[in-house]
C-alpha cells in the first residue's frame, strides 16, 4: 500500500491537494494530512509515510529542516516540496536532500497528477501500519475537509439560484464563497458532477423552457432574461441541448398542454 503525507499549512492549499492525490489513490491507500513540521515528522515516524508533499513555509520548523530529519529514518521516500519561491539556495538544499520535485505555487492540478503519478511509479510501498487511535486524527480530518467542501458548495448553488440570471463568472462565485478559483471548479464539478459554466447553462435553459411554456415573450427577450447577452448564442446553446429551436419547443410544449388538458376532460 502506499502511504501518503501531505504537509501545507494553508487549508485552500491543503485541500486542493488533498482532493487532487485522493483521486490517484486505492481504497486501500492510506492519506495523512498535517499543518506543522513538527508534527510531520511525528506522522513521519508514525506511518512511515513512501510519498511525501512538503510546503516550505510551515510553523514551528519550516520545509527543509523537517525533511532532513524525515530523511534519518525515511531515506528512500519519494518527497517533492512545494514552495512560493524559486530561491537557488532552497532548490540547491533540496538536491541535497534528494527531492523528488520542486513545485512552484500556484500548482496546477495537471501538473500536480503529472508529478504524482511519476512518484507513485518510483515509489516503495510501505507495509500497511498497525491502526492506533492516532489513526482517528487523519479520519476526523478528511471529515472536516469533505464537510467544508460541502457548505461551501450548499452556498454556491443557493447563490447561483438567486443570480443566474445576471452576469455569473466563476471567480465570482468563488469569491462570494471565499474559495481558491481553481479549487472551486474542481470541488464544483466532484461534487455536482457537471462543470460550472455546464451547471449555469442548465439553469437558464430550464428557465428559458418555462417562459416559452408559460409566456408570449419573443426568443430575444427571453434571451435576455435568463442571462444571455448575445441572442443568436442562445439559440445555438438552445439547440444544442434540447435538440430543437426555442419556437419549435414553444409549439411542442403547446401541443403536450392542449393533449393533457383534454385528457383530464375526459
Do not use: W
Not at 538544499?93 to 503519478?117: C, N, T, W
Request: glycine share 2%; with cysteine; proline share 5%.
Amino acid at each position: 500500500m502506499n502511504v501518503v503525507l501531505i504537509v501545507e499549512d494553508e487549508i485552500l492549499e491543503r485541500e486542493f491537494l488533498t482532493m487532487v492525490v485522493r483521486d490517484e489513490l486505492h481504497p486501500e491507500d492510506l492519506l495523512l494530512t498535517c499543518d506543522s513540521g513538527t508534527e510531520a515528522v511525528k506522522l513521519a515516524r508514525q506511518y512511515r509515510p513512501n510519498l511525501i508533499f512538503m510546503d516550505l513555509m510551515i510553523p514551528e520548523r519550516d520545509g527543509l529542516s523537517t525533511i532532513e530529519e524525515i530523511r534519518t529514518f525515511l531515506p528512500h521516500s519519494s518527497i517533492t516540496i512545494l514552495s512560493a519561491y524559486s530561491d537557488f539556495s532552497y532548490a540547491q538544499k533540496a538536491i541535497s536532500l534528494k527531492v523528488f520535485e520542486y513545485l512552484l505555487k500556484p500548482i496546477k492540478p495537471s501538473a500536480l497528477k503529472e508529478v504524482f503519478g511519476r512518484m507513485l511509479k518510483a515509489g516503495v510501498s510501505q507495509p500497511a501500519p498497525v491502526p492506533t487511535t492516532a489513526d482517528k486524527k487523519p479520519a476526523a480530518e478528511s471529515m472536516e475537509t469533505r464537510d467544508e467542501c460541502s457548505t461551501f458548495i450548499e452556498e454556491s448553488i443557493k447563490y447561483i439560484e438567486e443570480h443566474f440570471k445576471e452576469k455569473l463568472t466563476l471567480e465570482m462565485v468563488a469569491s462570494k464563497v471565499f474559495v481558491n478559483a481553481k479549487y472551486f471548479s474542481h470541488v464544483f464539478k466532484k461534487e455536482m458532477g457537471v462543470a460550472f459554466t455546464d451547471y449555469i447553462i442548465q439553469m437558464r435553459i430550464q428557465y428559458a423552457c418555462r417562459l416559452l411554456e408559460t409566456t408570449n415573450y419573443q426568443a430575444y427577450r427571453i434571451s435576455c432574461e435568463c442571462g444571455f447577452s448575445d441572442p443568436s448564442y442562445f439559440n445555438r446553446v438552445f439547440c444544442a441541448k434540447m435538440n430543437m429551436t426555442p419556437q419549435n419547443y414553444r409549439k411542442y410544449a403547446h401541443v403536450v398542454n392542449q393533449n393533457d388538458s383534454a385528457s383530464k376532460i375526459i
